[in-house]
């Protein structure tokens, strides 16, 4: 299997590429083409059959990533969408994101704004950096992509301007076609007149779009729904064997094994902090795993329940009661006099405590490996080609260069998948057992050695008035994941765990007009493995600080949605989405018909609501529970609206927005990882369910239309959903839920 058997598209065929190698660069472009193939562009092919393929560098993990690139380069070039495919793009400097400095720019004023982007695109760029997360995967690439559509766009219309003898300024593209008043020409009947000088330094972009914000059918639907669709785990190559692995304990060294005779094609791979079996199918390996007799040197400081301790002593040496000098913790904010603001009466406490969480993707950590002559080929599902080449090549202690990742599609990531160990494992088992091997960790070994969600502790002190929050005090204590991720994947240099705004993302610049505002990030400390969870900071800080606004507004004895409303008159975009879920589901509050029902039935029906900003979106949401005596209360509806900025395509933003809603209640409602002994406590689903389609809500979204950049989509469902289940908890019960998760296994 190879990139060109990767190809999703409506037609098949060979042709023609249009590529950056004929502009003036620094570097060649390393996308292979097929034989009769010839590069124009380093992002876009043109068949000999007017098949317009594009190269996407971006891992599909069910986001719809590739449609939505290859849609950007569709409108801007004139494709027909019948004919249009991608691949996934190599590794190389074309190909490294260029969005990596997004986070470190959002709020900055130009020039540095462009300054800071421009530095982090030479970063990524010289080290080939390729890798998918924090939802920048529109945001970073729409520019670049549109650039070169334009480019080819351009070229082909001066190809036909010559045949045609007319300005080529008056020529068009629509629909696969070159277009002069009744004068059409496919695209393919022009790519050998092309001329590389063509090429336009500063293409000239579109102003009237023709397919982007289109709800066009995705490009990897009909390989999913029929089944041909090559996830990581469905990669077969000749002579292949398979690999089952036992990790034990977190952080703990192979001291010695022992087995019986194994069984004839079974071999067994000994490293230092695994042990595999490898036969000839999945199965026949796992059984005899579990037969061996594992010894382990456990770490150091083995991982249990005194991780979540240390979250929370970390926040306990803040102190009690409030004292506005004389934190542990770090202020990233300090804005106007809080301690004025906070003294006397009417000061609302509150401490709120989320778990340690897996990331839980349905296809397990999974490689497949092939070490030949010192080279090695990886086929896996991961986010970053980039950092899965680089463990591999640190494990194999050979160069990076002889090793060449090719990316599949991903049964889920979620930041998990950025990771490369896996891939590094294979090619250890690859090289010792000298034949081709897939390593794929069982269920169990999944959660046990996953990069986790970091547990969190927070403490909030305000004052509220009818009028909005005049006094706003947050100690968080977290650990620095962005530390723990850099330590393990780009090496000691990349810093150590600091206090810092980044690790409380979404805590620290609020929607609301607070005069009065201090955020503090105590970190805690923590040995367990961290790593990116989807939607990262906000995945905590949307459910304490949309929590804390609601006790606020009940201390005040406002309703929540014209509390929030009140403190967004300078921020526009948020008061309309807020509106407009307010408008879609509201009254807040229990319902009007709650006190019929109680008296026939004892039900409540109660709705919360939540707005959070992440990644360059904004996200309301609206959730309604049904509390019935001695049961557990169920999520029945969730209404969401969302200003994402200019849409590419409405069915992804809708079915992103609420994919993000049922993980983030999955978690919400039952997800907690645990330790003891080293190991973790929930080793399969029974112990870490998902929300099954019998319980999942109906959720109604609405997208709010924005003629701004585009932001993120793939994040921002997930942060709201939690403290709106909560606040709606509150109206029906009374009380509030402050810990994650509301309902533990």
Not at 612 to 630: N, Y
């Amino acid at each position: 299997m190879n990139r060109r058997t990767l190809l999703v598209a409506a037609v098949a065929g060979g042709g023609l590429a249009v590529g950056w190698a004929l502009w003036p660069r620094a570097s060649a472009v390393n996308w292979a083409p097929a034989p009769g193939d010839t590069l124009l562009n380093a992002y876009v092919k043109i068949g000999a059959d007017g098949r317009v393929v594009v190269a996407v560098a971006q891992a599909e993990m069910g986001q719809g990533i590739w449609s939505a690139l290859a849609q950007i380069v569709a409108d801007e070039l004139g494709a027909d969408w019948r004919g249009v495919g991608v691949e996934p793009a190599p590794l190389g400097p074309d190909y490294a994101n260029p969005g990596l400095a997004l986070g470190a720019a959002a709020g900055l004023s130009e020039p540095m704004r462009s300054v800071v982007m421009a530095a982090g695109q030479r970063v990524a760029r010289f080290f080939d950096f390729q890798i998918t997360g924090g939802s920048n995967s529109v945001r970073a690439w729409e520019p670049p992509l549109r650039a070169a559509a334009a480019a080819a766009r351009e070229m082909l219309v001066k190809a036909a301007a010559r045949r045609w003898d007319v300005d080529w300024q008056e020529i068009d593209t629509a629909g696969g076609f070159v277009t002069y008043k009744a004068n059409r020409l496919p695209f393919h009947a022009l790519v050998g007149e092309i001329d590389p000088d063509d090429a336009p330094a500063d293409p000239e972009l579109r102003t009237n779009g023709r397919l982007a914000g289109q709800a066009l059918l995705r490009l990897d639907v009909p390989a999913k729904v029929d089944g041909s669709a090559r996830f990581g785990i469905d990669v077969r190559l000749p002579g292949l064997a398979y690999a089952a692995i036992d990790q034990g304990p977190i952080g703990a060294r192979v001291a010695s094994h022992s087995a019986s005779a194994l069984p004839a094609g079974v071999s067994i791979v000994a490293q230092s902090g695994f042990i595999a079996c490898v036969a000839d199918n999945w199965f026949a390996a796992h059984k005899v795993l579990k037969s061996l007799s594992i010894k382990w040197q456990p770490a150091e400081s083995a991982a249990g329940p005194w991780l979540e301790a240390a979250v929370r002593g970390a926040l306990a040496a803040d102190g009690l009661p409030f004292r506005p000098t004389g934190t542990v913790g770090k202020a990233v904010r300090d804005d106007g006099d809080v301690a004025m603001a906070l003294a006397g009466s009417g000061v609302v406490t509150a401490e709120y405590g989320l778990p340690f969480l897996a990331h839980a993707c349905l296809e397990p950590m999974t490689a497949t490996a092939r070490v030949v002559d010192g080279r090695v080929e990886i086929w896996a599902p991961t986010q970053s080609a980039t950092l899965a080449a680089r463990a591999v090549a640190q494990a194999l202690e050979i160069d990076a260069d002889k090793v060449v990742v090719h990316p599949t599609l991903l049964g889920g990531g979620f930041g998990r998948k950025v990771e490369g160990d896996a891939c590094a494992q294979a090619a250890l088992i690859a090289r010792a057992a000298g034949r081709p091997v897939q390593l794929i960790w069982s269920r169990e070994e999944d959660f046990a050695h996953d990069m986790y969600r970091p547990a969190v502790a927070a403490r909030l002190h305000g004052k509220a008035t009818p009028d909005g929050i005049s006094g706003w005090n947050a100690a968080i204590a977290v650990p620095d994941v962005g530390a723990a991720f850099a330590g393990r994947n780009i090496g000691r240099f990349a810093g150590r765990p600091a206090a810092g705004a980044g690790a409380i993302e979404g805590a620290v610049d609020l929607p609301y007009a607070i005069p009065n505002l201090r955020v503090q990030h105590i970190l805690a400390d923590c040995t367990a493995p961290l790593g990116f969870w989807r939607s990262v900071g906000h995945s905590f800080t949307g459910f304490i600080v949309e929590s804390f606004v609601d006790e606020l507004a009940a201390s005040a004895a406002v309703d929540p949605g014209a509390f929030r409303l009140a403190m967004l008159k300078d921020r526009p975009r948020h008061a309309a989405v807020l509106a407009a879920v307010l408008e879609m589901g509201g009254p807040l509050g229990r319902d009007a018909e709650s006190a019929v029902n109680m008296a026939k039935t004892g039900a409540v029906v109660a709705r919360g609501v939540a707005l959070v900003e992440s990644f360059g979106s904004i996200v309301a949401q609206i959730a309604e529970v049904v509390a019935v005596p001695g049961e557990r209360p169920r999520v029945s509806k969730v209404w969401a609206a969302v200003d994402c900025g200019r849409v590419i395509n409405p069915d992804t933003v809708v079915a992103q927005i609420e994919g993000g809603i049922v993980y983030g209640l999955s978690a919400a409602l039952f997800g907690r990882i645990s330790f003891s002994g080293g190991r973790v406590e929930q080793d399969n689903f029974h112990a870490y369910p998902l929300i099954t389609m019998a319980d999942c809500p109906e959720i109604d979204v609405r997208i709010i239309p924005s003629a701004a950049d585009p932001g993120g989509i793939g994040e921002p469902g997930t942060p709201p959903i939690a403290p709106a289940v909560a606040n709606a908890l509150f109206a029906a019960s009374g009380r509030r839920w402050r810990t994650l998760p509301f309902f533990p296994a």
